[in-house]
Each structure stands twice: as structure tokens, then as C-alpha cells.
């Protein structure tokens, strides 16, 4: 059962335009939540985060916004830049002491194409 | 460059066979972590250790088992492979495994299992 989802394995933007890529959840438990960008031959590295106490959070270019009733949050880039074509991980985790480990609960991720 | 290495960067063996990855964490991180990453699949993850213990299970199978050494590098061990093994290995490290501190991933290890 995928804790985590994320429904579209590919998005394409024009150079540009607001790339939004979408995640679910749906582990109650879940209350940080965290993006990743993955480059072939790379690991992942971390993009922004977002506690549930926020609805939002910002880094330049970089929105995260998360609904904890629909139990979704998005990653809004704009504007989207060629070298944003990567793949983007939706990541989740749960920080309440009793929940045990800390580990990270990833999506399948998704594949942005930006055309300049 | 995230500040952690993985050694092998290939690793092609034959089934029932038995290998070992190598991760070396950021200097001053405490906490290893190590995911799977199969064909059209996301990071599962496998196992933490904390400063030489082991702190979390993930989905990871009996024939695997890992260690985090007093240098705090870790490694993980592979044992009587399966096709279905052939991923790639991450491995990723934090200052203390707090979910709002950072991991920063290595650039895995690829295993094919023929």
C-alpha cells in the first residue's frame, strides 16, 4: 500500500511557465513533509519542506503548499527553468517520538520536462 | 557534490551470490540511512542507523543486513541475490536522523543481478 503518491509520472512546461506537481498521502501520522530533485546518475537532493503547523513555505522560485484535509500538497515552480528537468520525490515523515524512526516515506516520483 | 560517497558505483553479479556497499556519511553526520530504488519505483526505505546502532527497519528483506562502523561509515550487505535485487542502492546521511534535518544522498550504488 503507497503511503505516498504521486499520480503523474511526467509533466512537460514550456521555459517559463508554472510547473505544479502534485503528491498525496495517507498516514494521518505523516506532519513534515519534504521535496527532492533527482538528476540522472545523481542522488537526490533536498529542494524545500513544510511542517503541517504551515500551509506554505517559499524559496525563491520554489512553493510548497500543503491541505492537510485533502491530505495533498503541490510544488509549484515558477518560473520554470530548462535546468529545472529532473525527477521530483515527494517525501514524507511522521515526527511524533512514539512513531519510532525518523525514516523518509517516498513517492514514485515525477519527471518535469522544461522546453525552452 | 552532497559530501557522501558510495562505492561501488556498479556492482554486476550473479544470482545467489553475495556483495557488499560501502557508504562513507558526511563529515559530523551521525545517521546513515539506506533505499532501495527498483525500476519505476520510488525510494524504499531499507534501514538508519544512529551513531553505530540500528534505529529503524524499513522493507528490508532477511538475506540483507547492514552496519554502521565506529568511523561511522556503513555498509550493507547483500546475500544470496535474486534477479529481483537488481536496483539502485542509495545511501544518505543527516547530522542526528531528525525528520527536519536534511539527508543528503549519495549517488548510489547500481546492482544488476543476471
Known amino acids: 500500500d503507497q503511503q505516498v503518491k504521486q499520480n503523474s509520472p511526467s509533466l512537460s512546461v514550456q521555459e517559463g511557465r508554472i510547473s505544479i506537481l502534485n503528491c498525496d498521502y495517507t498516514?494521518?501520522?505523516?506532519?513534515?513533509f519534504l521535496w527532492y530533485k533527482k538528476y540522472p546518475a545523481e542522488g537526490p537532493t533536498f529542494l524545500i519542506s513544510i511542517s503541517s503547523i504551515k500551509d506554505k513555505n517559499e524559496d525563491g522560485r520554489f512553493t510548497v503548499f500543503l491541505n492537510k484535509s485533502a491530505k495533498h500538497l503541490s510544488l509549484h515552480i515558477v518560473p520554470s527553468q530548462p535546468g529545472d528537468s529532473a525527477v521530483y520525490f515527494c517525501?514524507?515523515?511522521?515526527?511524533?517520538?512514539?512513531?519510532?524512526?525518523?525514516?523518509?516515506?517516498f513517492g514514485k516520483g515525477t519527471k518535469l520536462s522544461v522546453i525552452p | 557534490d552532497s559530501g557522501v560517497t558510495q562505492t561501488p558505483k556498479h556492482l554486476i553479479t550473479a544470482t545467489g551470490q553475495r556483495v557488499t556497499l560501502r557508504c562513507s556519511p558526511r563529515s559530523g553526520d551521525l545517521s546513515v540511512y539506506w533505499y532501495q530504488q527498483s525500476l519505476d519505483q520510488g525510494l524504499q526505505f531499507l534501514i538508519q542507523y544512529y551513531n553505530g546502532e540500528e534505529r529503524a527497519k524499513g522493507n528490508i528483506l532477511e538475506r540483507f543486513s547492514a552496519q554502521q562502523f565506529p568511523d561511522l561509515h556503513s555498509e550493507l550487505n547483500l546475500s544470496s541475490l535474486e534477479l529481483g535485487d537488481s536496483a539502485l542502492y542509495f545511501c544518505?546521511?543527516?547530522?542526528?536522523?531528525?525528520?527536519?534535518?536534511?539527508?543528503?544522498f549519495g549517488p548510489g550504488t547500481r546492482l544488476t543481478v543476471l
Open positions: 517525501a514524507a515523515s511522521s515526527t511524533y517520538s512514539g512513531a519510532g524512526s525518523y525514516q523518509l516515506t
Open positions: 498516514n494521518s501520522m505523516f506532519d513534515y
Open positions: 544518505a546521511s543527516s547530522v542526528d536522523g531528525r525528520p527536519n534535518n536534511e539527508q543528503f
